[in-house]
């Protein structure tokens, strides 16, 4: 496997109870799946998958006056790569196949596909972004340095 950020995070983020040798035999697995369903380059997929589901921001809850109202703010891209592979990591574990690196594999091609949960999460966040983008202002009145 290669030594770079992007498997070491999916791996860590997969990672339970310290079994890391686990985590990184599950993502080869999984890799070598997509390998002989797709007759591509496993490491590209991934990594184009991964960036379609990033978010390009999350909500965070400020208060203006008395109600709490959610404020878009930018991701950096380990934050957005860390979402999209927890989402992937969701959407597998919702599938029905026997064995996580099956399911992983299948969520990578859904993704690929367009058919995947990953991929509504992110469309559902940046749509209540977009119907929240009116509220930037709360939470630069309070003192906070926020840019949209």
């Not at 070598?32 to 007759?39: I, N, P, Q, S, Y």
């Not at 999460?121 to 003192?143: D, F, I, Y």
Request: proline share 5%; hydrophobic share 35%; aromatic share 4%.
């Amino acid at each position: 496997m290669r030594d770079d950020p992007l498997l070491s995070q999916l791996v860590n983020t997969i990672m339970k109870d310290g079994k890391k040798m686990r985590a990184q035999r599950f993502v080869a697995e999984a890799l070598l799946e997509v390998r002989a369903r797709t007759h591509a380059d496993p490491y590209a997929t991934l990594c184009t998958v991964i960036e379609q589901c990033s978010p390009m921001l999350k909500l965070v809850s400020t208060r203006k006056g008395s109600k709490n109202v959610p404020v878009p703010f930018p991701l950096n891209e380990r934050q957005r790569r860390r979402r999209a592979i927890k989402w992937i990591i969701q959407g597998a574990n919702k599938r029905s196949e026997r064995g996580f690196p099956k399911r992983l594999a299948s969520e990578i091609i859904a993704v690929t596909h367009g058919q995947s949960i990953a991929l509504e999460n992110r469309m559902r966040l940046h749509k209540e972004a977009l119907a929240a983008r009116s509220n930037v202002q709360a939470g630069t009145s309070q003192g906070q340095s926020r840019r949209f």
